[in-house]
T-cell receptor
Framework: GAGVSQSPRYKVTKRGQDVALRCDPI?????LYWYRQALGQGPEFLTY????????KSGLPNDRFSAERPEGSISTLTIQRTEQRDSAMYRC?????????????FGPGTRLTVT | SQQGEEDPQALSIQEGENATMNCSYKTSINNLQWYRQNSGRGLVHLILIRSNEREKHSGRLRVTLDTSKKSSSLLITASRAADTASYFCATDVNAGGTSYGKLTFGQGTILTVHP
């Protein structure tokens, strides 16, 4: 079956613009995670959903970042008033059920560049 | 913040040799996972070891976990050029017994296998 998909794959935007990054998880997966990965680093947790409920958003850097998953499937990560420091790879992952024992399947990521 | 520290940061070996990567972490965990990331591609889950396990095998992979030392190692035997990638350990931190898959990644080890 299809894996996790993300769109767009690449996004270049000017500072101050808003961007929306989309994640389409594997069908039937309950949990959805967003991570951010800087070059040469491992991914850092941003936020997590269980079905449509955002259970943990402790990793979101500031209030310019928000995420939703209104129907418990597709999720959108929105960054308002982008800044150059927001440039990174944004990765989405989904897992069958909630819990660290379940493998997370990662999407290809969205490379965001803020100029 | 990164919980895990991998070493070495980079490893270069010849095909057929074994590769060993180490990961240290700071807090109590539910489990530890290893992921592989090929250049320009997404993260792929390799193996998960629970906190009450000491060793686990999967094909050419062998993972050990020493919770007293808060460390893990990943051994790849009989390496192949296709194993060239970045390898990350990720911990599912034990936050009062709750585990929902919030992974904390290390900075990764870059493995290069020369044909």
């Amino acid at each position: 079956g299809a894996g996790v998909s993300q769109s767009p794959r690449y996004k270049v935007t000017k500072r101050g613009q808003d961007v929306a990054l989309r994640c389409d998880p594997i069908s039937g997966h309950v949990s959805l995670y967003w991570y951010r990965q800087a070059l040469g680093q491992g991914p850092e947790f941003l936020t997590y959903f269980n079905y449509e409920a955002q259970q943990d958003k402790s990793g979101l850097p500031n209030d310019r970042f928000s995420a939703e998953r209104p129907e418990g499937s597709i999720s959108t990560l929105t960054i308002q008033r982008t800044e150059q420091r927001d440039s990174a790879m944004y990765r989405c992952a989904s897992s069958y059920r909630t819990g660290g024992s379940y493998e997370q399947y990662f999407g290809p990521g969205t490379r965001l560049t803020v100029t | 913040s990164q919980q895990g520290e991998e070493d070495p940061q980079a490893l270069s070996i010849q095909e057929g040799e074994n590769a060993t990567m180490n990961c240290s972490y700071k807090t109590s965990i539910n489990n530890l996972q290893w992921y592989r990331q090929n250049s320009g591609r997404g993260l792929v889950h390799l193996i998960l070891i629970r906190s009450n396990e000491r060793e686990k095998h999967s094909g050419r992979l062998r993972v050990t976990l020493d919770t007293s030392k808060k460390s893990s190692s990943l051994l790849i035997t009989a390496s192949r050029a296709a194993d060239t990638a970045s390898y990350f350990c990720a911990t599912d931190v034990n936050a009062g017994g709750t585990s929902y898959g919030k992974l904390t990644f290390g900075q990764g080890t870059i493995l290069t296998v020369h044909p």
